[in-house]
């Protein structure tokens, strides 16, 4: 498996640690145009496929951030048509450049939530909090009431549309399911929930190149056991991408932790990715903050990053030589 590193758009020092990290895979959000948008145009992802290759990064994957998310076309409003075609235009650019896995969700309107960033966790470290409860009864978006049946049906317009895209182009979709996996959250539901739902959208449009990105984290929150997703979804070649972070409690209230210390046996993750000879990018993802941190970019503050990084590559180099030895013993 291939461990990468989330590069941000603007320069920074992680660019420089990652590396120094032995990190030679990465992830980038879409670059910006002249004017600060989100560009999907041929020479601003090759200069941005050049610039990861000249720092020694080889871009594995295109994630895009929350200001380019396809929300018109997921409420089926104006202009969502044009995101259709923008995305299918970023996806030809990919194949054309080697970039070989855009990363997606279907979450409408809100993406990630959380409704706390300054939780208290090991050693006072600030940690990112979801708790049902207080959103439960909030009221309605400008949207209103978003049913299942009707995001299901956009979903399958989607893929429907761009999966032959993707096939002609030979890059893969990787789906990432909703954070937090609840029922709804001020009335737009969310649809990818449950280790299910996963298996459902694989099969709307089935494809070599319609699957997921495996989200330990969001997995572990619906209460399903990690290490079995990724044994039977990998087992059908369908991971393509790993978010690899880890949660305590469960998708009504979680907080986020130290890749260490949460509800999952990492070990047993890394091993499995091993066994079902998974070899594709694996990022770390969502970290606390640390001392001297300001917790202005809660989850992806550099110190936790560099320990993830670390616990990560170490995890890796255990668990191959126990599947080796297991295989030739």
């Known amino acids: ?59 594995e994957v295109i994630e895009p951030d929350l200001n380019w998310q396809l929300n018109k076309f997921k409420l089926n409003l104006e202009g969502g048509d044009e995101e259709i075609e923008a995305c299918k235009k970023l996806i030809r650019n990919m194949g054309a450049l080697g970039i070989p896995v855009l990363c997606y969700n279907f979450m409408a309107h809100f993406n990630w939530v959380r409704t706390s960033f300054s939780v208290e966790g090991r050693g006072g470290a600030l940690v990112s909090e979801y708790d049902h409860s207080q959103v439960e009864n909030s009221p309605t978006t400008r949207y209103g009431i978003i049913g299942k049946d009707f995001l299901w049906e956009r979903l399958e317009l989607f893929l429907k549309e761009v999966i032959p895209v993707a096939e002609q182009s030979k890059v893969r979709l990787a789906i990432h399911p909703d954070d937090p996996p609840v029922d709804s959250i001020q009335g737009i539901s969310r649809i990818i929930t449950s280790f299910e739902d996963l298996k459902k959208v694989i099969t709307l449009v089935p494809s070599a190149f319609n699957g997921i990105t495996l989200c330990q984290g969001t997995i572990s929150a619906m209460g399903e056991n990690v290490t079995e997703v990724i044994r039977e979804l990998g087992s059908e070649k369908k991971v393509f991408y790993v978010h690899f972070r880890d949660v305590s409690g469960s998708a009504q209230k ?43 970019n809660p989850g992806y503050e550099t110190k936790g990053r560099l320990f993830a990084l670390g616990y990560l590559k170490g995890l890796f180099e255990a668990a191959l030589k126990e599947v080796v030895y297991e295989t030739e013993g």
């Open 254 to 296: 979680f907080v986020e932790t130290f890749h260490d210390e949460g509800q999952t046996d990492m070990y047993e993750t890394v091993k499995n990715y091993i066994k079902i000879g998974f070899d594709g990018p694996v990022r770390i993802d969502h970290v606390p903050t640390m001392e001297g941190e300001n917790n202005t």
């Open 1 to 59: 498996m291939k461990i990468a590193e989330v590069l941000p758009i603007r320069h920074g020092e992680i660019w420089t640690l990652a590396g120094q990290a032995g990190v030679s895979y990465s992830v980038s959000r879409l670059p910006m145009d002249d004017d600060g948008n989100p560009s999907v145009e041929y020479l601003d992802l090759l200069q941005l496929r050049n610039k990861h290759r000249d720092y020694g990064y080889s871009l």
